[in-house]
């Protein structure tokens, strides 16, 4: 099977998913208890206000009816509205999405520039002091909440020192007639790297401790293979070795590492926005949950499912390319 | 490749990659003896053991002082974790330091909370939420990866893709939002986050069992099981399963430490114990705003989590080094 009908494939499995994402959804959400209704008109709103809202957000129908008619809509790309911003929530989703994906993309770059390194390092200086600091950093990294990293980075680097903000998100594409004390976009995008800094060290740093782990395993396994044995034998320098026979195949369970993180950065995101005070994804979802949004919780958890359903595919594409023994589903 | 020192034969199957062996030396090697052994002849396992079982014995001491004695030993010794205090000293800073609400005092070595609650009773006391849900949450996401893994890996076909599917999409919810839309639908205690932080779990035990099962599954040993008429569900939880030992209580041991994480997202942003009951991650969200003139309250619940999940780490890390035949000790 070639490689865009597996990518094809893949995406046609990711239907049921989705699916299956906007089934829990609904009725997670539909579980909650307490009336949207009553927090969006106060306590002693008059009957016929209430009936009115009922019938506008289509509350007044059954549950399975509201579930089809939800199903039907997503498909059509239409994600209903926000009774609590009392705008569609399509709309919302896209003010928001790109905040997060910044904030990810970010963590993750940090994660990965540092990490294959540290890693590989430590594979081949095992039990060496270069080892030993790889180990201890990556071993803090994974065992540290990534929130009570952002509080620490703020009272140290925001408070103490005074060398970034504690606070906020500048998009890099935003107008600079937008941005306070910004002439032009180079200034715009200075400010945002600015901003960005210490939120994207305190999402990242699992990642990257994480990353660093299995990199660190992988190699000291694949340094171990047989293929490797057989290429010392045949007298090829080592440093070879490690570059092009141990690193390519290491990098499988780097991968999958990276593909599962997703998940756990995308919920990270959640934590790091409430301790920075970035209005992203994840404050939308707090927000929805908090004021029981039923549209806004459902449309963004499907678009957070969404997002880590596209990262898992890309994985397993990347899997196959890096792996020769993969086959694309032959059976 | 050097052979483990416990062992007679390089050929055992517990390696993964490797193939033959047979049933006796698997079970010779998955024992809890074994394990022990091999945990205290290894330095790192020995000192993840110690933080471990440290930080288990506070928690039953907490347990044990909050449920049976209603607070007596700490209010005899310390100060009540829940309680408010008659003379409020609020946001006083660890003993030896000062901030502009006073000077720290010996009798709070840790300073005081917004309230005046004393913070070395509350961090201690916060040990008790942190190891209940972490072991059984983790316990929760074992028992259903397993299952879930097992069955999955071992037919494949269309049983794989299902089972795979639904748990994909379980994974697919970023887990912090999944529990707490869990919890608010369900009820906002500590039962549905334990609950809501197992199911979390479930996919990453499934992964892995299945990822080993998938392995295992063509070995010679389970190719002549096969044609001998072993039955199906005999070669899953007789051969498979016990020859996952090793990676499986490795994961395991790391999920108690991602879930205490987990557990203290929850109390910070508000879905965790409620106060006043003591939780490191509620006590961290209190102090966020009192950042700038008392930093110090942030400080000691984080390093009482990161101890904890660095013992569970290196613990973690030590059996994976200890039980993997491939690595020399």
Known sequence: ?331 | MSTNSATSDDDTPNGGDESGGGPDEVEARVGLRYTLKQVRQDTTARVGSYIVGFMTLVAIFAAFDYYVLNYAIAEAVLYNPEADPEQVRRLLPPVGMENQFGEGVIEHPLGTDHRGRDLLSRTIYGTRIAMTVGFLATAIGLGGGTVIGAVSGYYGGWIDDVLQRVTETIYAIPFLVLVIAFMTAFGRNLTFAMIGVGITAVPVFNRLIRSRVVSIREEDYIEAARAAGVKDRNIIFQHIIPNSFAPVLVQATLQVGVSILIVAGLSFLGFGAQPPTPSWGQMLSASRAYMLPAPTFSIFPGIAILITVIGFNILGDGLQDALDPRINN
């Open chain 1, 1 to 331: 099977m070639s490689l865009l009908r597996y990518t094809l494939r893949r995406f046609a499995q990711a239907i049921p998913v989705l699916i299956g994402i906007v089934t829990i959804t609904f009725f997670l959400a539909n579980q909650i208890p307490g009336d949207p209704v009553e927090i969006m008109l106060g306590p002693t709103p008059g009957q016929e206000q209430v009936e009115a809202i009922r019938a506008q957000y289509g509350l007044d129908r059954p549950l399975y009816q509201r579930y089809l008619s939800y199903l039907t809509s997503v498909a059509t790309g239409d994600l209903g509205l926000s009774i609590y911003y009392d705008r569609p929530v399509l709309e919302m989703i896209m003010l928001r999405l790109p905040v997060t994906l910044l904030l990810m993309l970010s963590a993750f770059a940090f994660a990965i520039v540092t990490a294959i390194p540290l890693g590989v390092i430590s594979a081949k200086r095992r039990n060496e002091p270069a080892d030993h600091i790889s180990r201890i950093i990556s071993l803090i990294g994974v065992s540290t909440p990534s929130f009570w990293i952002g509080l620490v980075l703020i009272i140290v680097f925001a408070f103490y020192l005074g060398w970034f903000p504690a606070r906020g998100l500048v998009l890099p594409w935003a107008d600079p007639t937008d941005v306070r004390g910004a002439a032009t976009q180079i200034e715009v995008i200075r400010q945002s790297a600015h901003h960005l800094f210490l939120p994207m060290i305190g999402l990242g740093t699992l990642q990257m401790a994480q990353i660093t782990r299995i990199e660190r395993s992988s190699m000291v396994d694949s340094l171990q293979g047989e293929y490797v044995k057989l290429a010392r034998a045949y007298g090829v320098p080592e440093s070879t070795i490690v570059r092009k026979h141990a690193f390519q195949v290491a990098q499988l369970p780097v991968i999958t590492i990276i593909g599962l993180g997703l998940s756990t950065a995308l919920g990270g995101a959640v934590l790091t926005e409430t301790v920075f005070g970035i209005q992203g994804m994840g404050r939308l979802i707090i927000t929805a949950i908090q004021n029981q949004d039923y549209q806004l919780i459902m449309g963004t958890t499907l678009v957070f499912g969404f997002v880590y359903v596209i990262g898992v595919i890309i994985t397993d594409i990347m899997y196959g390319y890096l792996d020769p023994r993969v086959t694309y589903g032959d059976e």
